[in-house]
T-cell receptor
Framework: GAGVSQSPSNKVTEKGKDVELRCDPI?????LYWYRQSLGQGLEFLIY????????KSGLPSDRFSAERTGGSVSTLTIQRTQQEDSAVYLC???????????????FGSGTRLTVV | KQEVTQIPAALSVPEGENLVLNCSFT??????LQWFRQDPGKGLTSLLL?????REQTSGRLNASLDKSSGRSTLYIAASQPGDSATYLC??????????FGQGTRLTINP
């Protein structure tokens, strides 16, 4: 696609419920990243995918958080048993693998605003 | 560990002024540096990407410079407009890894 697409754009859920957030990267981008931005805070790295594998998942805050990527394309971030502190904007980005001839900057989606009530 | 610092944290200037936003990073071993803009409640919009071998990039009224050896980058905005009001984020790529972001500079342009 033309850009990184995230869905849903907004999600309100009750504490204790599970949620799934989806990211569709730019076609051909092998690297995919998830970030979290809490109110008034900077961007917090969560996980990085290269293809379908996750070489760096060091930013996942707890075992309630998991992510997968299939077919080297779509990624899903799952939060189980949501807590109020999970409320944030979850941003996805994709990029070409560094080293390729063309621009390997990062393109971000518009994010999913998650509110846990 | 790579750390990115942006100064100032907030800046308010009258319309028409030229201004400079600063970004510094602790480890000069980076693939590239990218400046983003974020409007309230929105995602990030990429403004300029400077690869490690480059010294500057320009797009319209924006000019970004990179001095890898000193760990600094500046974003210059010429003839500022109220529509430039947003948070500006600087981020570096330490190899084929995640972006490391600064905390951002919140810019307000007063008509």
């Amino acid at each position: 696609g033309a850009g990184v697409s995230q869905s849903p754009s907004n999600k309100v859920t009750e504490k204790g419920k599970d949620v799934e957030l989806r990211c569709d990267p730019i076609s051909g981008h092998t690297a995919l990243y998830w970030y979290r931005q809490s109110l008034g805070q900077g961007l917090e790295f969560l996980i990085y995918f290269q293809g379908n594998s996750a070489p760096d998942k060091s930013g996942l805050p707890s075992d309630r958080f998991s992510a997968e990527r299939t077919g080297g394309s779509v990624s899903t971030l799952t939060i189980q048993r949501t807590q109020q502190e999970d409320s944030a904007v979850y941003l996805c980005a994709s990029s070409l693998q560094p080293g390729q001839a063309s621009n390997y900057g990062y393109t971000f989606g518009s994010g999913t605003r998650l509110t846990v009530v | 560990k790579q750390e990115v610092t942006q100064i100032p944290a907030a800046l308010s200037v009258p319309e028409g002024e030229n201004l400079v936003l600063n970004c510094s990073f602790t480890d000069s071993a980076i693939y590239n540096l990218q400046w983003f803009r974020q409007d309230p409640g929105k995602g990030l919009t990429s403004l300029l990407l400077i690869q490690s071998s480059q010294r500057e990039q320009t797009s319209g009224r924006l000019n970004a410079s990179l001095d890898k050896s000193s760990g600094r980058s500046t974003l210059y905005i010429a003839a500022s407009q109220p529509g430039d009001s947003a948070t500006y984020l600087c981020a570096v790529t330490p190899g084929a890894q995640k972006l490391v972001f600064g905390q951002g500079t919140r810019l307000t342009i007063n008509p």
